[in-house]
C-alpha cells in the first residue's frame, strides 16, 4: 500500500477571537476576546486545531475572524447585534410597508385588542419596537387604557411621535425613543404587545430585548402579547424551485453545463430560502410544530440552542426536496376563559409578509406512502453575530421499498 503522504502543514494562519470561547473539556482551548490565534489545521467546518500561547486545542470556528496581518485595529470587531445596519433598515419607510402592508399580520393584532378591548380599560401597555405606532393606535383608537409606552429604537420613532398626535392619540400614547432593555419606562406594564417575529420565528433575535423587558417591565400577572409562539416543520415537495436552480444545468439550449451543479448547489441551496410560498400539495405529511415558546416562562439563555423532534409519516408518494417552516403565535385572552387569537404564518392561512422557509437537501429522495421521517432540528443562536443562527437538520427515512436513509445538513441564516 503506497505509504500515506505525511499531510506538509501549511504555515498556521492568523485569526482573531470575536468573543469568549470557554473550553469544555480537555481538547478545546478557552479564549477571550481579541485573543490572536494560530490555526494549524481546519478538520471540519465548525471545529478547528489552533493555538494560543504555546497551549494548543480545538476551537470553535464561527467564533474567529482571519486577521489580516499585523492588523491592529481591535476597533474592527463590529457590533455583534449590527445595530446601526438593523435599527437603520428600520428608520426607513420600506420595511413599515411592508409589515402594515401585511394585513393578515397588522388585522391578527387589531383583532386582539377588539376583542379585549373592554378588558384594557385603565391598563398600562408598552409596545416593544412599535415601528409607526400601529398596535399603540389601535389600543388608542379602539380601547381606552390609561396608557401606552409606544417604545421604539429606530430614528422611525420622531414620525411615530407625529402620527400619534396626527391621529389625536397623545393623550393616550407616549412615544420613547430607545432601546426597550435600555430605557427608563415610568411604571411597570401590565401588558407588553410586540410584534417580534422573524423568519423561522426567530431571526434577527428581536425576542431577546422582549424577554429582557418582560423581565424588567412586566409586572407580576402582566400579560405577553403574543403569549406562546410555535415552529412549525413539514417535509415538502420543490419541484419547480428545484427545476429553477438545480436541473436547468442539465440542457440549457441543448449543451451539457452540468459540471456546473456543484457550483449551483453551494450558492442555492447552502442557505436556506427565505420568502418561499409553499403549496399545500406540496406537503408530503402533516405538519408538526418542532419547537415551542411559552412567552412567560423561556429565558434568554435558552434561545442560544432550541431543538425539536418530529415524525412525519408520508401520506402520498412524491420527492422529498426538503422541509418548510413557518410559525404561528397566540395571543391569550385577558378574561379567564376568553377566546385566544392565533396569527398562522401556515400554507393553510392567507399569506403574510414572512411567507414560508424553505431548507433544501443536496439530493431529493423519491419517498412513498407509508414512509416515515425521523429526525430533529436544532437552531443554534451565532456565538458572534447575535441575530443569527444556524439551522441543522437531521433526518431518517424508514422506508419499505428502499433502505433507510440518513442524513443532516446545517444552514446558517445567514452567518
Ligand atoms: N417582527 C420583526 N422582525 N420586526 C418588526 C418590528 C421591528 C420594530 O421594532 C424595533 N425594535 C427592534 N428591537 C428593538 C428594541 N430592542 N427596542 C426598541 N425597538 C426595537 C425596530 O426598530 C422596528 O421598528
Sequence with gaps: MQAEKEEEEASPEEYVALCDFTASGSEQLGFSTGDKLLVHAKPSA???????????????????????????????????????????SYGTLRLHLEML???????????????????????????????????????????????????????????????????????MVTVLQGRAEELELPEQADILVSEWMGNCLLFEFMVESVLLARDRWLRDGGVMWPSSAALTLVPCQADSYYS?????????YGLDFTPLLPLAQQEFFTKPKFSHLIDPKDCLSAPCDVICLNMYTVQVRDLEEMEGEFKFCVVKPGVFHGFTAWFT?????????????ELDTGPNSDPTHWKQTLFMLDKPIHVYSGDSILGNIVLRRNPVWRRHMT????????????????GTKSFPMWR
Design 391 to 406: 439551522v441543522t437538520l437531521h433526518w431518517n427515512i424508514n422506508s419499505s421499498s428502499d433502505n433507510c436513509q440518513v
Design 46 to 88: 465548525d471545529w478547528w486545531w489552533a493555538e494560543l500561547q504555546g497551549v494548543i486545542g480545538y476551537v470553535p470556528a464561527s467564533y474567529l475572524r482571519q486577521d489580516a496581518a499585523g492588523e491592529e485595529d481591535d476597533t474592527s470587531l463590529e457590533d455583534p447585534w449590527q445595530d446601526d445596519e438593523y435599527f437603520g
Design 329 to 341: 403565535v397566540q395571543f391569550e385572552s385577558l378574561e379567564a376563559g376568553g377566546a385566544t387569537v
Design 244 to 252: 429553477e436552480k438545480m436541473a436547468f444545468w442539465e440542457r440549457p
Design 101 to 171: 402592508s401585511d394585513r393578515s399580520r397588522t388585522e391578527t393584532y387589531r383583532q386582539v385588542i377588539v376583542s379585549n378591548s373592554a378588558s384594557l380599560r385603565n391598563k398600562v401597555v408598552m409596545d416593544l419596537g412599535c415601528g409607526t405606532g400601529i398596535i399603540s393606535l389601535f389600543c388608542a383608537q379602539l380601547a381606552q387604557p390609561s396608557v401606552v409606552y409606544a417604545v421604539e429604537a429606530s430614528s422611525m420613532a420622531e414620525h411615530t411621535r407625529q402620527l400619534v398626535k396626527q391621529n389625536g392619540c397623545e393623550e
